[in-house]
């Protein structure tokens, strides 16, 4: 399966380069960033919220080809690996131990984090030579997950106990992700560029959540 999806992805890469063989201008480049995401909405069991999502820093990196179309409109297929996910919080839960024991309150704390192959495909508007807005669809598959407890009160003698979702015992998730992206930029000089980007994910994940992104880095034209 993940060889037949990277290929696809390399296929559509191949096909936007051949289709704008006779564009005005087109240049290779790379580009890394941060990014800050959280799952939506918030886990509930009959119409009670069990914890909130919270938001989690990662990582992208990886390259693009950029199109000149027409003047001050470009188009930008990319192929990015992000680390992304969110983490999850059960504040106040009151746990006890023995029957003559005080009970105690304390949060649960847990973190998943995603390993995703993406591949966002970018309209891009030069309002001036300097600024440009954007906006596109975007396709991610989860190639590892990793998912590990920080603070854990059902069991505080285990603090960061980690869990293999490949493992049949564990739980199974969804892998593919269909969204949007909305983006603006600004072109420091010639060949490097500002970017920031919000990504909403369109179709529902693990039964009700879905994505959502903030990206902010770097791109420099080969």
């Known amino acids: 399966m993940k060889k037949f999806t990277l290929s696809i992805v390399l296929c559509l890469l191949l096909s936007s380069f051949t289709i704008n ?11 890394a960033g941060a990014n800050y995401s959280q799952f939506t909405p918030n886990p509930k069991f009959f119409e009670i919220e069990m914890g909130d999502y919270k938001g989690k820093i990662g990582y992208y ?6 199109i000149g179309l027409i003047e001050k409109l470009q188009f930008q297929p990319e192929l990015l690996l992000a680390m992304q996910g969110s983490r999850f919080v059960i504040e106040d839960v009151e746990t006890q131990g023995d029957f ?13 984090n995603d390993l995703t192959l993406v ?8 309002f001036t030579k300097k600024y440009f807005v954007e906006v596109g669809p975007q396709v991610g598959y989860i190639i590892d997950r990793t998912y590990r407890t920080e603070e854990n009160v059902f069991d505080p003698n ?9 493992d049949p015992n564990n739980f199974d ?8 992206n909305l983006g603006a930029g600004y072109n420091l000089r010639d060949n490097l560029l500002i970017t920031a980007r919000y990504f909403f994910g369109l179709n529902e994940r693990d039964y ?3 994505a959502s992104v903030i990206n902010l880095g770097l791109e420099f034209k080969l």
Request: no cysteine.
């Open 100 to 112: 003559d024991s005080n009970p105690m309150v304390s949060d649960f704390r847990s973190r998943v």
């Open 208 to 210: 009700n959540i879905r």
């Open 119 to 126: 591949l966002p495909l970018e309209l891009r508007y030069f």
């Open 21 to 31: 063989a006779q564009s005005k201008e087109i240049k290779f480049g790379i580009k």
């Open 61 to 66: 990196v990886g390259g693009f080809l950029n």
């Open 158 to 166: 285990v603090p960061n106990e980690q869990f293999d979702p490949n």
């Open 173 to 180: 998730y969804d892998k593919f992700e269909i969204g949007i």
